[in-house]
C-alpha cells in the first residue's frame, strides 16, 4: 500500500523525531507543569490522529485543538487524555463538546450563557477555560488598565464560572509577541496574573491556569505557571521564520514532502516554461517535471523563486508552478555526470527547505507545514501506516 501512496507526491512524518523533541521540551519545563501539545489544523500538517497517539503514549497531558471537530475525530481514534478546544466556543456544538467530554475556551460571558442553557436542558457538564484578552485582542475577556473596569470584567468573568453546568477548570491568555517583544511579552503575563489575583479575591480559582506556548515557554520560565503550551517547536522548529537557526535546543523536523520526477525534458535554449511564459532558458538544459503543484501545497508564489533536493543538489524551479506539477532545472547535475531519470526522488520539502519557503514566500513555517493537501498522504516513519 505504501508504493501505491507514494507513487506521487507524499509527506513522510517521522514520528522518533516528533518524539525526541517531546523529550527535549517536557526537560525545559518546570517539572509540576503539565505538558500541553498542540494538534491543531491536522498537527500542523503532520496528522492528527497519529501525532496526538504518539503524544499520549510519551506522557502529554493535554492536546489542543481548534475546533470540537478536531476533538471528536481524536477521541472516535483512541485518545482519552484531557482535550483542550481553543476556537471559539460554538453554542450549536454544546452538546457534542459535552458527549465527547472536550473542554472548552471561553471568553465572553454571552458565549457561556448560551451554552450552560443548551447543556443543562441535557443535564450534563463540560470543562471549560476561561480566555483572558491581555494584548492578542482575538478572543477573550479584554483586561483593561482602569481599576473601575477591572471589578466590572471580574465580576461577568464571575458570573461565567458560576453558571450552570460549567465547571471553570482553567484560565488562560495568549502572547502576541513572545518571538521578539520581551517588554510587551511581560506586560502580559503581568496582566494576566493581575486578573488571577482579582479573580481569586472573588473566591475564583482555578485548577489550570496557562499562558505561554511555544517560544514563550522557551524564554520565559516565569510564564510556564501551571502547564505551557507546545506547538511549532514539537514539530521540529524553534523560530516562525528562521527554522532552527541559532537554536541550541536539537529539535529535529518531522516533516519532508518528497515527488517521484515524472519525465526528463532536453529543451533548447530559448525555450521559455509553463503558463504565462515567465523563464526563458538560456542554454540547452535537462528538465525534470515534478507532480507536485499549488494544489499539493507548494505555494504558487514560489515560482522561479525556490529550489527542490534532487540526489542531495539544489536545482531551481523554472517557471510558474502549476495546479498539479511543477518544473525543476537539472542541468547541472548532467555536467555533475549524476544521471536524472524518471521516477528518482526529490525531496520538495524538508527541515532546510521549509524555513527557506517561508522566507520566499513572504509568510513563516506554521504554512509552510499546513499547507501539504488532503490528496498528499501521510507516510508515518517507523510507525503502522492505517489506511
Given amino acids: 500500500m505504501n508504493d501505491y501512496l507514494m507513487s506521487r507526491t507524499w509527506a513522510e512524518i517521522n514520528l522518533d523525531n516528533l518524539a525526541e523533541n517531546f523529550k527535549i521540551l517536557r526537560a525545559k519545563l518546570n517539572p509540576k507543569s503539565k505538558f500541553l501539545a498542540v494538534c491543531k489544523a491536522n498537527a500542523y500538517g503532520h496528522g492528527i490522529i ?19 471537530i478536531e476533538g471528536a475525530e481524536l477521541r472516535e481514534n483512541g485518545i482519552t487524555i484531557p482535550i ?9 456544538l454544546a452538546l457534542l463538546t459535552a458527549e465527547y467530554k472536550i473542554t472548552q475556551a471561553v471568553g465572553d460571558l454571552e458565549n457561556g450563557e448560551k451554552i450552560s442553557k443548551i447543556i443543562s436542558a441535557k443535564n450534563s457538564k463540560i470543562k471549560i477555560h476561561v480566555k483572558i484578552d491581555t494584548g492578542m485582542s482575538r478572543t477573550g475577556f479584554y483586561w483593561p488598565d482602569d481599576e473601575n473596569e477591572k471589578l466590572k470584567t471580574a465580576g461577568e468573568i464571575k458570573k461565567l464560572c458560576e453558571l450552570p453546568s ?16 520581551k517588554n510587551f511579552t511581560r506586560l502580559q503575563l503581568k496582566k494576566f496574573l493581575d486578573a488571577k489575583e482579582k479573580l481569586s479575591a472573588l473566591k475564583i480559582n482555578f485548577k489550570i491556569s496557562h499562558a505561554a506556548a511555544s517560544v514563550g515557554v522557551l524564554n520565559y520560565p516565569e510564564s510556564h505557571l501551571d502547564m505551557g503550551r507546545f506547538g511549532l517547536v514539537l514539530y521540529g522548529y524553534a523560530d516562525t521564520e528562521k527554522g532552527n537557526e541559532g537554536s541550541t535546543l536539537g529539535l529535529k523536523p518531522v516533516m519532508k514532502v518528497k515527488s ?17 511564459r515567465t523563464f526563458e532558458l538560456k542554454r540547452d538544459s535537462l528538465i525534470a517535471v515534478l507532480p507536485v503543484g499549488y494544489a499539493d501545497g ?12 534532487i540526489h542531495e543538489n539544489l536545482c531551481p524551479i523554472l517557471g510558474r508552478i502549476c495546479m498539479d506539477m511543477c518544473m525543476a532545472d537539472v542541468t547541472d547535475l548532467k555536467l555533475k555526470n549524476i544521471n536524472v531519470k524518471p521516477g528518482d526522488i526529490a525531496t520538495i520539502l524538508d527541515g532546510d527547505l521549509i524555513p527557506t519557503a517561508a522566507k520566499n514566500a513572504g509568510t513563516i513555517i506554521h504554512e509552510i507545514l499546513c499547507n501539504p493537501s488532503q490528496r498528499v498522504p501521510r507516510i508515518f516513519i517507523n510507525y503502522k501506516l492505517k489506511i
Fill in 50 to 68: 497519529e501525532c496526538a497517539k504518539k503524544f499520549q503514549d510519551l506522557g502529554a497531558d493535554y492536546i489542543a485543538v481548534a475546533s470540537v
Fill in 84 to 92: 483542550l478546544c481553543l476556537g471559539q466556543a460554538n453554542p450549536d
Fill in 166 to 181: 460549567l465547571e471553570a477548570e482553567g484560565i488562560f491568555t495568549h502572547f502576541a509577541a513572545a518571538d521578539d517583544d
Fill in 260 to 276: 517521484k520526477i515524472t519525465a526528463v525534458r532536453k529543451l533548447p535554449a530559448g525555450t521559455t516554461i509553463s503558463y504565462g
Fill in 298 to 309: 507548494l505555494p504558487r508564489n514560489l515560482s522561479n523563486n525556490f529550489s527542490v533536493k
